[in-house]
């Protein structure tokens, strides 16, 4: 249980993109709307399978975030291996011609937010334990 709470969400959209990849074109299926809905203005809202995954990205953010608030040596790996998603990324989106869109760009964004943040709460929170002890 405690590796599971130790992978970083954010590899989930990493995955299924990846899948997507090697199963068919991309990018075509990235472009189209999956559904719409009408709003009461009269105007419809399609979201596209590129939303999708920008939302899911969110999402999964938000509980990145919440997660690094956990203190403890756990949080070391969970920060290290972050950082080494937050590089298949990269990696990926510089040198992949399907990741090369600003869907994929957004989310390697994400991932540059989650080691920083979790970095960043880490220290401060390191720093009121040390305030706190003396």
């Not at 999956?34 to 990205?57: E, Y």
């Not at 998603?85 to 990696?91: D, Q, S, T």
């Amino acid at each position: 249980m405690t590796l599971i709470r130790n992978i970083p969400l954010l590899i989930i959209p990493l995955i299924i993109y990846n899948i997507m990849m090697l199963i068919s074109d991309i990018n075509t299926q990235l472009i189209p709307p999956i559904f719409s809905l009408n709003l009461p203005s009269s105007g419809t809202w399609a979201i596209s399978g590129g939303d999708l995954f920008i939302i899911i990205g969110l999402l999964l953010l938000g509980i990145e975030v919440f997660k690094a608030t956990r203190s403890g040596s756990t949080s070391i790996i969970d920060h290290s291996v972050s950082t080494l998603v937050f590089i298949i990324y990269l990696i990926e989106f510089i040198s992949v011609s399907d990741c090369a869109n600003s869907i994929f760009f957004i989310l390697t964004l994400m991932t540059v937010i989650d080691v920083i943040a979790g970095f960043s709460i880490s220290i401060l929170s390191a720093h009121r334990d040390i305030t706190v002890a003396h």
